[in-house]
């Protein structure tokens, strides 16, 4: 790992050094420098991670647990050492806490595939927003038909805070869980999260929060905020595609039926019955992603020696210094512009569908996001089809920024 950016164990963030050590950083499409705007999808990799990951194959590569040889058991104190730096990132008070998950949308369905099916049932009610990303509402949607439950939506504001009152109005005695996004990934808001968790348990409401987009962005102590079940992904946080992390209360994980059977989540099988292994093994069923859970332990690394602090204070400078270059730019309305906002820019442009913007943007090797960003109902709700995204990371530069104007420009031109 470069750390360049620290010296004398005092973090300095020297984003240049930073962008250093994410080697997709220094490609050149069509002959000109990557912008890489688009990390609230895929977040690039650091070296670090690319190294763990090959590390692992090269040299300590066997299945974990079960094996009594040499690299089964290298790979075992490796695979469970991810786990206890997941635990310490996001504050959990315990390693059996965390069950690893190919991400954020295996988590939830997990959720609802267990704990929704022992606690929904007919005629109760599951509580999410507007601003939900789809891997939000379907496994609901799948779980409220299923037992003849009711989804409830709270409303957002135009400038995209959910409307508090409006939530706390629909809490009620049929609500048997409250599952939100943290940050969302087509607004950028940051959602209050502890004041809903405060609101929700005041009625003994557990709650679910999607961290995919904060993980990267901010600090988290699950333990702090107090909620039931925390979930991220790894690729949007730096780290590998098909791994991420569920967080539960241990008593909640203990209770919960698994949600697939196989090897690994057993602690005996007969023909006639099978005692199920405790958690999170439990919920680990077959050889799990080995070297994509050690990679993301490195990610944890890796982001903790920038520290989130340092990390989120560069991003809401950058995210200021971008949301006044964007709005100089004449027929750009922003969709989204929350109080409290992560580095998400969803934009439209008169005349412009955001497909045309995205390509035009990338052969000026800027690379943007656009569609509906898996979060049609957020699109109906501001009367759009699609959005041009901007979304900032840590390695994203006010150059970068400055590049993306003159770009915006071009289309301003094209189709002004």
């Known amino acids: 790992m470069t750390l360049a950016h620290q ?12 962008r250093r050590d994410f080697p997709a950083l220094s490609i050149e499409p069509y002959g000109k420098p990557l912008a890489y705007l688009d990390s609230a999808a895929s977040a690039q990799k650091p070296e670090a ?38 635990q310490r990132f996001l504050g959990a008070p315990e390693s059996n806490e965390i069950v690893f998950v190919r991400g954020t949308t295996e988590a939830i369905n997990l959720v609802a595939s267990t704990y929704g099916r022992e606690h929904v049932g007919e005629g109760d009610e599951v509580l999410i927003t507007t601003m939900e990303h789809h891997s939000n509402i379907v496994p609901w949607q799948m779980l409220c038909a299923e037992k003849g439950a009711k989804l409830v939506v709270a409303p957002i504001d135009d400038r995209g805070d959910v409307i508090l009152e409006e939530l706390e109005r629909l809490m009620s005695e049929r609500t048997k869980l409250l599952a939100t996004i943290h940050v969302s990934n087509a607004l950028g808001t940051i959602n209050p999260v502890e004041t809903i968790i405060e609101m929700a348990h005041e009625r003994g409401i557990p709650v679910l929060l999607d961290g995919a987009q904060a993980a990267p962005h901010l600090r988290i102590n699950v333990a702090e905020l107090d909620c039931e079940f925390y979930t991220f992904s790894g690729h949007k946080a730096f780290g590998p595609s098909g791994i991420g992390a569920l967080y ?47 990679a993301l332990g490195t990610t944890v690394d890796y982001l903790e020696s920038l520290g989130m602090e340092a990390i989120q204070a560069y991003e809401e400078e950058l995210l200021a210094y971008a949301t006044a270059a964007l709005e100089s730019v004449s027929g750009l309305r922003l969709v989204g512009t929350a109080r409290r906002k992560a580095g998400v820019l969803s934009f439209v442009m008169a005349g412009a569908h955001p497909h045309d913007i995205g390509t035009i943007l990338d052969r000026e090797g800027i690379a943007v996001r656009t569609g509906h960003h898996c979060a049609q109902p957020v699109m109906d709700r501001y009367g759009v089809p699609a959005t041009a995204r901007a979304s900032l990371a840590l390695y994203n530069t006010r150059a970068e920024i400055d590049r993306l104007v003159v770009g915006l420009e071009k289309v301003g031109e094209v189709f002004g």
């Open 49 to 86: 991670v690319i190294e763990a990951e090959a590390r692992c194959y090269r040299e300590y590569y066997a299945n974990v647990h079960r094996g009594v040889h040499y690299l089964s058991a290298k790979a075992t104190v490796a695979y469970e050492d991810a786990r206890h730096k997941v």
């Open 248 to 294: 539960g209360k241990k008593e909640l994980l203990d209770a919960m039926p698994p949600y697939q059977g196989g090897g690994e989540m057993i602690r005996s099988v007969t023909f006639e019955k099978t005692e199920y292994a405790p958690a999170p093994a439990r919920f680990e069923a077959g050889t799990p992603n080995i070297a994509g859970s050690v």
């Open 7 to 18: 010296q004398a164990g005092k973090p300095q963030f020297d984003v240049e050094a930073i």
